[in-house]
């Protein structure tokens, strides 16, 4: 999404905010950021179907040396 674009729809949102269409001021990041990790996290779900599709958990075996 271009900058401009952003701006225009982040504006738009302003505009419905000071007119009292919603409660809360949204921006177009946090609201696409928010829908991330809810999709994210429903994925996750074993029950999910999209599930199946997400590469294996890795596990991460980190040999370290002791603390002195």
Do not use: W
């Amino acid at each position: 999404m271009s900058a401009e674009l952003k701006g225009q729809v982040n504006s738009f949102l302003k505009r419905a905010f000071k007119c009292g269409f919603c409660s809360k001021l949204y921006s177009v990041e946090a609201i696409a950021y928010d829908a991330d990790v809810d999709l994210f996290c429903k994925m996750a779900n074993l029950r999910h179907y999209v599930h199946s599709l997400l590469p294996p958990i890795k596990s991460c075996n980190h040999h370290l040396r002791p603390k002195g």
